[in-house]
C-alpha cells in the first residue's frame, strides 16, 4: 500500500451527481447483492434523492475524478455524519480512502465532534473504519451504525509558563 498519490478534495457541484451516482452503484454493487438488497435503479435514485453538493467534497487522485464524500451535521445529535465515501476501484488499496479518512478526522478532531457512519455488514470498509478508531455503536441485519470519538488533545501550556 502506497500513499503517494497526490490527491485534493474540491468542493461537490450539481454536475457531479451523475457520476457520483455512477460510481455509487458499481462501489454497492457486490455487498448489496450479497445482501440481496441491491435493485439498479433504487441504488441511483436514493443517492440522487439526497445529494447536497454543499455537503459534497469530490477527491481527485493525480488531478482525476477518483471518489466523493459527504460530510453532513449529526441530525441526531452533535458531531458530523459521513456517508457516501466512495473511492473508484482503480484508486482502492493505494492509502488514498486512509489519507482521506484521517484528514477529515483531524477536522472532527478540532472541532472536537464526534464522526458517525453506516456501512452495511460484511463490507470490507469497516477494516478501515475500525483501524481509524470507529466502534459499533448498533447494528442491524443490513446496517452497522459506527461512530469516532474525538481524540483528545493535549491542553496547550499558556506562553512563557514552566
Do not use: N
Request: glycine share 8%.
Amino acid at each position: 500500500m502506497s500513499t503517494e498519490t497526490k490527491w485534493a478534495l474540491r468542493p461537490g457541484r450539481a454536475e457531479d451527481v451523475e457520476r457520483i451516482c455512477e460510481l455509487r452503484a458499481e462501489v454497492m454493487r457486490d455487498d448489496l447483492v450479497r445482501l440481496g438488497r441491491y435493485d439498479e435503479h433504487r441504488v441511483r435514485r436514493r443517492f440522487r434523492d439526497g445529494f447536497s453538493p454543499a455537503h459534497t467534497w469530490v477527491v481527485e487522485a493525480e488531478g482525476a475524478f477518483a471518489g466523493c464524500l459527504t460530510v453532513r451535521p449529526y441530525e441526531h445529535g452533535d458531531g458530523l455524519y459521513l456517508e457516501h465515501f466512495y473511492l473508484a476501484p482503480e484508486v482502492q488499496g493505494r492509502g488514498l480512502g486512509t489519507a482521506v479518512l484521517r484528514a477529515l478526522l483531524a477536522r472532527a478532531d478540532a472541532e472536537s465532534a464526534p464522526v458517525r457512519l453506516v456501512v452495511v455488514q460484511g463490507s470490507a470498509a469497516r477494516r478501515l473504519y475500525e483501524r481509524e478508531g470507529f466502534t459499533v455503536e448498533s447494528e442491524d441485519p443490513i446496517d452497522v451504525l459506527m461512530v469516532r470519538e474525538p481524540a483528545l488533545t493535549s491542553p496547550r501550556r499558556p506562553a512563557g509558563g514552566s
